[in-house]
């Protein structure tokens, strides 16, 4: 197999593992964030920090290393270079369309629900105050304030009437990421559950599906998932038929996470990334023959990809800072955790904390003969999780 240099865009937590499945089948990753010390930076080969925002800084990282893959992790990089790069050649993971529509939420809202005629609440933009207040007469309340560019649930607000909008259309334009001021305003759906359907497109084959992750989200942000989510196999059908029209629209090849609300009657599309979704992070628990990351992998290198098929039930959830520091925290009672059996902790080694920062996260998988209920598994996964317990140095 061919050595590939992989320019990584954004190493977080998601972007470590990516680069050890790529370290064990050869490959040569150089790790790019914002800041040094980031989780992905530990693995790779080589590591960097700049401002992918910046035009000059990220065509001089491309000129320098000549990748034979640039592969997006996070939203805020300027996607208009990478689509400039690609046209001369370059080959952006899982194509530099795909990451500049999904960069925010109005890319791939406007393209699943207008072009493409797929269910999604209803929603609105706005660039003002005055035009988020106009925009609630068709919305409707409640509804969710979003920034169109954010992740981890920053700048979420859920309001319940018109005097709530003038706070979260601050707080959403304040925790905005990038330079964009623009927000969307979403109708609440009512919901039973929410899933993430992680969905791979091949080079050479057909578009393949994970069994249903479902997941359960605080201010935004994931706390926990588990696999497989159980759920109909009509409505299972609808989804997987919703991700394959929205990703072979984007076109390009990877793995993406999908998300969906399930409500009694019907599925509705929410949101997309190019990229291994934090919620998949149960797939290390070994729930199923391959992980997000290696799927990923195996996607861009063209590698052939067996069926996927579910080995085992599994639930994660994830480990938060309670404190700021500057300095990474010490991770301790890790030995009390993984006293219970089936558990293993990742700890993704960032060298700074801030409240509510995810730092690691429990997996548990069922045992060997085993028949856990999912509910059962996902208190498992959150009694892991608390017993491991930080020691921030001021």
């Not at 790790?31 to 080589?46: F, N, S």
């Not at 590591?47 to 320098?64: P, R, V």
């Not at 959403?172 to 992680?198: C, D, P, Q, Y």
């Not at 955790?337 to 080694?349: G, R, W, Y």
Request: charged content about 25%.
């Amino acid at each position: 197999m061919k050595k590939n240099k992989i320019l990584l865009l954004g190493s977080g937590e998601l972007g470590k593992e990516f680069v050890i499945a790529a370290q064990r089948l050869g490959q040569y990753v150089i790790a790019v964030d914002r800041y040094l010390g980031a989780p992905a930076m530990h693995v790779a080969d080589e590591s960097f920090a700049i401002d992918m925002q910046n035009e000059e800084q990220l065509s001089q990282i491309i000129a320098d290393h000549s990748p034979d893959y640039i592969v997006p992790e996070i939203e805020a990089i300027n996607t208009e270079l990478l689509k400039k790069i690609e046209k001369l050649g370059a080959v952006v993971v899982p194509s530099a369309n795909a990451v500049n529509l999904t960069m925010d939420r109005k890319g791939i809202r406007k393209l699943s629900s207008e072009t493409l005629g797929i269910r999604t609440s209803k929603f609105a933009f706005a660039t003002s105050l005055e035009e988020l207040q106009s925009a609630s007469h068709s919305v409707g309340f409640p509804a969710v304030i979003k920034p169109t560019m954010s992740s981890s649930g920053k700048g979420q607000s859920t309001v319940h009437s018109y005097d709530e909008l003038s706070t979260a259309w601050e707080k959403a334009i304040n925790e905005s990421r990038g330079k964009s001021a623009e927000v969307i305003m979403e109708e609440f759906i009512h919901f039973s559950s929410e899933i993430t359907l992680l969905t791979i497109s091949q080079k050479n084959g057909e578009v393949l599906f994970c069994p249903p992750i479902g997941h359960t989200q605080r201010s935004g942000d994931y706390v926990e998932s588990w696999q497989p989510h159980p759920m109909s196999e009509e409505f299972l059908h609808q989804a997987q038929q919703m991700a394959k029209t929205v990703v072979t629209a984007l076109t390009g090849f990877g793995i993406w996470g999908v998300e969906f609300f399930l409500t009694e009657n019907e599925v509705i599309f929410s949101e997309l990334s190019p990229r291994p979704h934090d919620t998949g992070m149960v797939t290390l628990a070994g729930t199923q023959t391959l992980n997000e990351f290696e799927l990923h992998l195996r996607a861009i290198l063209g590698i052939p990809i067996p069926k996927i098929e579910l080995i085992r039930k599994g639930a994660s959830a994830v480990i938060l800072a309670s404190e700021t520091s500057d300095y990474e925290p010490l991770f301790t009672n890790i030995e009390k955790a993984l006293e219970i059996p089936n558990s293993s902790v990742f700890i993704f080694k960032k060298p700074s904390t801030r409240k509510n920062r995810r730092m690691a996260v429990a997996v548990v998988h069922e045992g060997p003969n085993e028949k856990v209920e999912i509910n059962n598994l996902v208190k498992k996964a959150n009694e892991v999780a608390s017993l491991v317990e930080l020691e921030y140095k001021k």
